[in-house]
């Protein structure tokens, strides 16, 4: 084994038990949390041009914030890749979390997709909301 592998191992080992711990409770509440917001979305939210923006003192800390957890998210999600842990889905809820320029389009690119329109759709009959709809439908 490469000396730089056992080196990262001895120094994240301590830290696998809280990081497991820590994929777990993602896990538990993603669950509760996508749904949620899935409901709560409005049907048209992907039919808007833009997402309108309203800058101010306290929505600039919290973008900051968001983007700071993105980050962390990412990080740990990242490094679940090779440890123990859900790194794909904490990577996919730091892509969630951050707002970043062009996250709209990315978005939109992803509702399109035949198999997460039909999945998010299912979840809002399910709780008696309308279908989204998507740029194209009519």
């Given at each position: 084994?490469?000396?730089?592998?056992?080196?990262?191992?001895?120094?994240?080992?301590?830290?696998?038990?809280?990081?497991?711990?820590?994929?777990l409770?993602?896990?538990?509440?993603?669950?509760?949390?996508i749904?949620?917001?899935?409901?709560k979305?409005?049907?048209?939210?992907?039919?808007?041009?833009?997402?309108?923006r309203?800058?101010?003192?306290?929505?600039?800390?919290?973008?900051?914030?968001?983007?700071?957890?993105?980050?962390?998210?990412?990080?740990?999600?990242?490094?679940?890749?090779?440890?123990?842990?859900?790194?794909?889905?904490?990577?996919?809820?730091?892509?969630?979390?951050?707002?970043?320029?062009?996250?709209?389009?990315?978005?939109?690119?992803v509702?399109?997709?035949?198999?997460?329109?039909?999945?998010?759709?299912?979840?809002?009959?399910?709780?008696?909301?309308?279908?989204?709809?998507?740029?194209?439908?009519?």
């Amino acid at each position: 084994m490469p000396q730089w592998l056992e080196t990262l191992i001895d120094i994240i080992s301590p830290y696998l038990p809280a990081i497991g711990i820590v994929g777990l409770l993602m896990v538990l509440a993603s669950m509760v949390v996508i749904p949620y917001l899935i409901v709560k979305m409005p049907a048209n939210y992907f039919v808007r041009e833009k997402r309108p923006r309203h800058w101010t003192a306290l929505t600039l800390a919290w973008w900051l914030m968001r983007n700071l957890l993105a980050l962390v998210l990412f990080l740990a999600g990242f490094l679940m890749l090779f440890l123990p842990g859900q790194g794909l889905l904490t990577i996919l809820i730091a892509l969630v979390v951050s707002d970043f320029p062009g996250k709209f389009a990315l978005e939109k690119a992803v509702i399109r997709q035949s198999s997460v329109l039909k999945a998010v759709n299912w979840v809002r009959r399910r709780y008696q909301q309308p279908e989204v709809l998507v740029p194209g439908d009519s």
